[in-house]
């Protein structure tokens, strides 16, 4: 039997299983095959629960339940836990020492309260750390256009796993870009919502404030409806984002108006962007020029901030020594086998104070308002996401020097890093190829609290520039 429905949206897919031309066991089983014949070429997977998930989707007495109830879904291994699972975040340490999460998460019940059925974990890089998703515990998450490159991290095998057509959506959580870096190397809508949008329970944060959590998908559509069955806080969340006056759905083909677009075509820092990134996002303003929207250039040095950048290090170094910290304890044997990157991390964050760490949180609260006037002129900020292509596979992986990958990663996620310190909701879009057909995203940021521009805004130029789903070479091999 075709398994073409794999290639549909999830709403188009949850559809299916709810006039009942679809059973969640056929849709089940089609994305299991799926996943069998392509997943050993681009290694998207860090675990599976297979005949778990087929249990979960044959029950007989199975309500058909939530959004997407028998959806086939991808959980990333990082951050979020689901009861019964192995959990890895591209540890060879967690590789070695196997460690069973005892329950879920929050945001891993809300998936299953929306009917979504887990089929297993993709692949991250080691603990999160880098823009690329090649950890030598698992190795690398393919490009799925093109198998020779990055497929973008650190949600990297959640991407991997959606433009292939494995799922039609899967789990992402974005600490610098990194559900919209994948989305631009794979070709896929990425959402990174505001700040404490979905709950991060149990945790009270995640790298202090860097943390989001959404998924990545090939349909703005399918991203507005995970949004409404998963957003909201959790009861004693210490922060919570205003709730949204309709469904996000409701957005979905709104009039967005005349918007004020903010133009950034350079990187804060002056370092380079590559000539077809430019194109891509010029190419874009004169689109949203001839759908009416005013376009203008906004200065690249008033989102600088190096005291920043620093500060963001400093963050991300303490938290990751704190979580290494906690494996040792929970396992009981000590750390060991980390990456370049990561070892150098522990390092540093092993030797803050708290007096330093709680400095640089307040760093990071003057480089946030500082993006926030900078782009309080306008409606929207437009820029690259990435201000390269995806980079072959190898040059950024877990055993090069950290000499070596260190500034590649800070120059590849410093446009997606702004709207993680700011808190704003940032989306990338597919809009553009290259000659050879490589993905480059286009991505746009709102004003806080502000998912609802994003959809309308994003609704209209997916209606104006469709874009290239899946790539066939996969599907129908």
Not at 2 to 31: I, K, N, Y
Not at 201 to 224: F, K, M
Not at 293 to 305: C, E, K, M, N, S
Not at 312 to 320: E, F, K, N, P, R
Request: with cysteine; hydrophobic share 40%.
């Amino acid at each position: 039997m075709s398994d073409d429905f794999l290639d549909l949206d999830g709403v188009a897919q949850a559809g299916l299983v709810r006039t009942g031309r679809l059973s969640p066991a056929e849709l089940v089983d089609a994305a299991i095959d799926r996943i069998e014949r392509l997943d050993p070429v681009l290694g998207a997977l860090a675990a599976e629960r297979f005949e778990r998930a087929r249990d979960e989707a044959a029950r007989p007495a199975r309500p058909a339940r939530g959004a997407f109830a028998g959806v086939p879904f991808l959980l990333k291994d990082a951050v979020q836990h689901s009861a019964g699972d192995r959990y890895q975040h591209g540890m060879t340490y967690l590789r070695e020492h196997p460690w069973v999460s005892p329950a879920d998460t929050a945001l891993t019940g809300r998936y299953r309260a929306a009917g979504l059925v887990l089929l297993g974990r993709t692949k991250v890089p080691e603990l999160t750390m880098s823009p690329t998703t090649e950890p030598l515990a698992h190795g690398p998450a393919r490009n799925p256009w093109d198998l020779t490159r990055s497929s973008g991290g650190s949600s990297g095998g959640s991407a991997v796993a959606v433009a292939s057509g494995m799922v039609a959506f899967a789990h992402g959580n974005d600490m610098g870009g990194s559900i919209r870096i994948p989305a631009s190397c794979c070709g896929l809508v990425g959402l990174k919502p505001s700040r404490a949008r979905i709950t991060l329970a149990p945790y009270a944060s995640y790298w202090g404030p860097l943390t989001h959590e959404h998924v990545l998908t090939r349909t703005v559509r399918d991203s507005a409806a995970v949004l409404d069955a998963t957003a909201g806080p959790a009861p004693g969340d210490l922060t919570a984002a205003p709730p949204p006056s309709r469904p996000w759905t409701a957005e979905l083909g709104a009039d967005p108006g005349r918007l004020h677009i903010g133009l950034l075509q350079e990187r804060p820092s002056g370092g380079p962007v590559a000539p077809e990134c430019v194109t891509a996002v010029n190419a874009t303003a004169r689109m949203l020029e001839s759908l009416g929207h005013h376009v203008r250039i906004l200065a690249p040095g008033a989102f600088a901030d190096a005291d920043g950048v620093s500060a963001m290090g400093l963050v991300i170094a303490t938290s990751v020594a704190r979580d290494v910290t906690a494996w040792e304890r929970r396992i009981g044997v000590p750390m060991h086998d980390l990456e370049p990157g990561t070892a150098a991390a522990v390092t540093r964050g092993s030797a803050t104070t708290t007096a330093q760490l709680l400095d640089a949180l307040d760093v990071l609260a003057r480089w946030s308002r500082r993006i926030v006037r900078a782009s309080s002129a306008v409606d929207i900020v437009l820029s690259p996401t990435l201000p390269g292509l995806p980079p072959p596979l190898g040059t950024l992986s877990g055993d090069r020097p950290l000499s070596e990958t260190a500034p590649a990663w800070t120059a590849m996620a410093e446009l997606a890093v702004l709207s993680n310190i700011s808190g704003q909701p940032a989306i990338s879009l597919p809009l553009h190829r290259t000659e050879t057909g490589l993905p480059i995203g286009v991505q746009l940021t709102a004003p806080y609290a502000r998912e609802d521009l994003l959809f309308r805004l994003s609704s209209q130029l997916e209606r104006t520039a469709p874009w290239p789903r899946t790539p066939s070479h996969l599907t129908r091999s």
